[in-house]
């Protein structure tokens, strides 16, 4: 089952423009982490924040972590054509540290 | 390192038959996963190891699919018999602590086609 739920599903943008995304997740986790998938390839790692940071940079990347609402958003900053893929939160829950991922975002950034 | 190696990469199959998928981790994480995506259903962990150990196997679909890591360096998902609804792409990951504070890294997917 799904912890985590990405909002939008898909988003288009112009070259240049910023990016938001959104996950929601239910139950209470040790961290929250971002992946990046192009087509036909496995998952890339992005920003991992834990439970008890709020905000995190890397880079054009900004994640911010709200414990209370259990979301969390990343923001790309002056996107490029290049940063066209779907992209996926994931929570590490649990004393086992189940590592589980949301259904993803398309985003489609325009030349 | 060669990073986390899946094989084969793609794979067709007939219904019925026996289809075992391979793993390689990246030698000195200490876990493992697997993970089945689909358009319909998104990615969604089958099995997890900690140090070869299973630790959770609750998203395993049924008794036809099975894990196995004998050693830290190799794991197998086997699926038989075999069936079209288990046509997807499968990965296999690795992380160095848990995934308790440590991100995963994913091989290139091994994708079933079972016809």
């Known amino acids: 089952s799904q912890q985590g739920e990405e909002d939008p599903q898909a988003l288009s943008i112009q070259e240049g423009e910023n990016a938001t995304m959104n996950c929601s997740y239910k139950t209470s986790i040790n961290n929250l982490q971002w992946y990046r998938q192009n087509s036909g390839r496995g998952l890339v790692h992005l920003i991992l924040i834990r439970s008890n940071e709020r905000e995190k940079h890397s880079g054009r990347l900004r994640v911010t972590l709200d414990t209370s609402k259990k979301s969390s958003s990343l923001l790309i900053t002056a996107s490029r054509a290049a940063d066209t893929a779907s992209y996926f939160c994931?929570?590490?829950?649990?004393?086992?540290?189940?590592?589980?991922f949301g259904k993803g975002i398309t985003l489609s950034v325009r030349p | 390192d060669a990073g986390v190696i899946q094989s084969p990469r793609h794979e067709v199959t007939e219904m019925g038959q026996e289809v075992t998928l391979r793993c390689k981790p990246i030698?000195?994480?200490?876990?493992l996963f697997w993970y089945r995506q689909t358009m319909m259903r998104g990615l969604e962990l089958l099995i997890y190891?900690?140090?070869?150990?299973?630790?959770?196997d609750s998203g395993m679909p049924e008794d036809r699919f099975s894990a196995k890591m004998p050693n830290a360096s190799f794991s197998t998902l086997k699926i038989q018999p075999s069936e079209p609804r288990d046509s997807a792409v499968y990965f296999c990951a690795s992380s160095g602590g848990g995934a308790l504070n440590t991100e995963a890294f994913f091989g290139q997917g091994t994708r079933l086609t079972v016809v």
């Open positions: 994931a929570t590490v829950s649990g004393a086992n540290s189940k590592l589980t």
């Open positions: 030698s000195g994480h200490n876990s």
């Open positions: 190891f900690n140090n070869n150990v299973p630790i959770d």
